[in-house]
């Protein structure tokens, strides 16, 4: 069980056994009604439809995080969620971090490209109001998680992660996964993959640090609230990472799971 959001925001602990703070519960799975087979003879004994249900969006809680492709061009942005064809108009509250983080790209007519990109976000569609014209909807963007160039990832493509926390660096190149079973690292120099079962957690004003050992290893990792960029790919990621293997220590970013 765990907490990200709002950790950008607040120096609350992000897991919710150690959260009493927090701006917002643990992201949760979205709850889907079970499907209706039209074959079968059970009567149907739900109340009738008024026929707006037919016009609204996927039911979806409002601590998920979101998935989608976020565009911005001539100062309006939207957002696509994964496997939908529609788009939502976005209200930015998060100051433009991600037109700022990614500006600069320029086309022949050295005029801005409009900008693409595969994000992780918190953000709530708003529910008070009718949809703009032109979009199924308004996305209140509160907190940018990732976000990478639309194609240079696998974006929608890729699985949901079971992970807690994913980091990772470069010279040397470094990558580690904390879940609730085990603490997972690895690198291409010796020594290439170590998981250890059961790490332990600690939390700071504003960071939470992760801890497994083993007869032959010591991992520690330290996630803080801190925008990063990775110096590679230039990817955007909302926390920066530090590392220690057995003494040695590394930089990176990190990135929440679900």
Not at 17 to 35: D, H
Request: hydrophobic share 40%.
């Amino acid at each position: 069980m765990r907490v990200w959001r709002g950790m950008l925001l607040s120096p609350c602990a992000v897991l919710l056994t150690l959260a009493g703070c927090s701006k917002a519960p643990e992201a949760t799975v979205p709850t889907v009604p079970a499907a209706v087979d039209s074959s079968s003879s059970v009567p149907d004994t739900s109340l009738p439809s008024t026929g707006a249900a037919a016009s609204e969006p996927p039911a979806e809680s409002g601590l998920a995080i979101k998935r989608g492709i976020f565009t911005s061009a001539a100062g309006r942005s939207t957002f696509r969620p994964c496997g939908e064809q529609v788009d939502l108009l976005i209200v930015d509250q998060t100051d433009g971090v991600l037109p700022r983080t990614f500006a600069g790209e320029k086309d022949d007519n050295g005029a801005e490209k409009p900008l693409k990109l595969y994000i992780e976000a918190y953000g709530e569609r708003a529910t008070d109001q009718p949809a703009p014209e032109g979009f199924a909807g308004t996305l209140l963007l509160e907190e940018a998680l990732y976000a990478a160039p639309d194609g240079q990832t696998r974006g929608c493509d890729s699985p949901r992660q079971d992970y807690i926390v994913a980091a990772r660096g470069n010279e040397p190149f470094w990558a580690v996964e904390v879940t609730e079973a085990a603490l997972l690292w690895r690198q291409p120099d010796e020594p290439k993959e170590i998981s250890i079962a059961a790490p332990q957690t600690q939390d700071t004003e504003g960071a939470v640090s992760y801890i497994a050992a083993n007869n032959d290893h010591k991992i520690e990792l330290s996630v803080e609230a801190q925008a990063c960029r990775d110096d590679m790919s230039g990817e955007y990621f909302a926390y920066a990472a530090k590392a220690t293997l057995d003494g040695k220590r590394f930089m990176g970013c990190a990135r929440v799971g679900e």
